[in-house]
């Protein structure tokens, strides 16, 4: 070997180990997305050059740590310097047409894409809907699918608080734009999306007053411009009721899921009913009913049953037809982790997976799951 092939081989090596660090956002390797620049090593010091997808990209420190500590790792190097640049219009243009996979702008979840896409969907509020659809999420996640959800209750939306996407100063997450490209925060595995990530800084606590063709709109934007990547499972946490967004994604996405939340007593289960009747006149399939609220069990023996009982079987036997049965997926008993993982931002499926709340939970994930996967693939895990 040369002296000068000699004193290339620690570049190729630095070039590779920085090269495999991934972006924490597009989770894809710097080399992979075209972001190397200039790297050479000289007497020990590797001299590293990386252009970021955005001026004041949020993950910059984070990519300028795991880089230099990349180079710092190859035999050879003893000491790293790393210059952080920004891509050129052009080279963004790239990459996101990159990200897109070749793939036409519009809504990818098509019925004949190979990403599930579920709606969980309530006849009122105050069910505990979103609680059950962040948890649902991450406890899908931690069994090894890809999964993104959609917070498309506009006027309430909450899911950026349940998933922990929320500061102790009351900041929410924010996005990554790459150009028109909308790169979601990921929480728990779980990639999300929230009108709540776009309210100014500072108007996190205030209404979004808007009517029907806004929020179809945002709905639309949310399913068209955000890049999820390739998901198993898209989970939609819709407001509640019959409304605009409801009849939106019955018009965007006709072929998805249905899962109907409510709690035990009558008057959460006659309004449920509606929502599921709704979802069906728009082509949706009603997959399953989760109760929640039901009764919890006592430390001293005995059970609370402070809703009553039999709502949540009731909405699936009012909403199954002979061809379209509809199943009772679980019963979730009241619990104060449940309540306390959503003020905190931890949900209980990952802060207290014993509690009899998440076991039901987990139970129902796994009920959700079928054998499609992506590209035809197995997903890595059984059902039953």
Not at 268 to 279: C, F, K, M, N, Q
Not at 284 to 290: A, L, N, S
């Amino acid at each position: 070997m040369t002296s000068e092939q000699a004193a290339g081989a620690p570049t190729e090596a630095v070039r590779r180990a920085v090269g495999g660090v991934l972006d924490p956002e597009l989770r894809r390797s710097l080399a992979e997305l075209g972001m190397l620049r200039d790297i050479r090593v000289e007497e020990g010091i590797a001299r590293v050059g990386i252009a970021l997808t955005i001026v004041g990209c949020p993950a910059s420190d984070r990519i300028e740590r795991e880089v230099r500590e990349a180079a710092l790792a190859v035999d050879g190097v003893s000491a790293a310097e790393v210059s952080l640049g920004v891509m050129t219009p052009p080279e963004r243009a790239a990459l996101t047409e990159q990200l897109r996979a070749g793939r036409p702008r519009g809504i990818p979840f098509t019925a004949d894409s190979l990403t599930r896409v579920i709606a969980v969907t309530s006849g009122k509020g105050g069910v505990g809907k979103s609680t059950l659809t962040a948890n649902l999420a991450v406890a899908l996640a931690a069994r090894g699918l890809s999964v993104g959800l959609v917070d498309a209750d506009v006027h309430g939306f909450s899911i950026p608080g349940l998933l922990g996407l929320v500061d102790a100063a009351g900041r929410t997450a924010r996005p990554t734009r790459i150009d028109d490209l909308i790169v979601p925060p990921v929480a728990y595995g779980v990639k999300v999306i929230s009108i709540g990530m776009f309210l100014r800084e500072g108007d996190e606590g205030q209404a979004v007053a808007w009517r029907g063709p806004m929020l179809h709109r945002t709905v639309s934007q949310f399913l068209t411009d955000v890049h999820f990547g390739d998901l198993d499972v898209l989970l939609l946490d819709m407001p509640p009721g019959t409304g605009d967004v409801a009849i939106s994604v019955g018009q965007l996405l006709p072929h998805a899921e249905v899962v109907v939340v409510t709690t035990p007593q009558p008057a959460a289960a006659d309004v449920a009913i509606r929502s599921g009747l709704v979802a069906r006149q728009t082509g949706q399939r009603v997959v399953g009913v989760i109760e929640n609220m039901a009764a919890m069990s006592l430390p001293g023996g005995g059970s609370l049953d402070l809703f009553g009982s039999g709502g949540g079987a009731a909405v699936a036997e009012a909403l199954s037809t002979e061809s379209e049965p509809v199943a009772l997926l679980a019963s979730v008993p009241l619990s104060p982790a449940l309540r306390t993982g959503g003020d905190e931002g931890a949900p209980v499926v990952v802060a207290d997976p014993a509690d009899p709340a998440s076991v039901t939970i987990l139970d129902a994930a796994a009920s959700l799951v079928s054998p499609r996967g992506l590209a035809g693939r197995s997903l890595p895990f059984t059902t039953g």
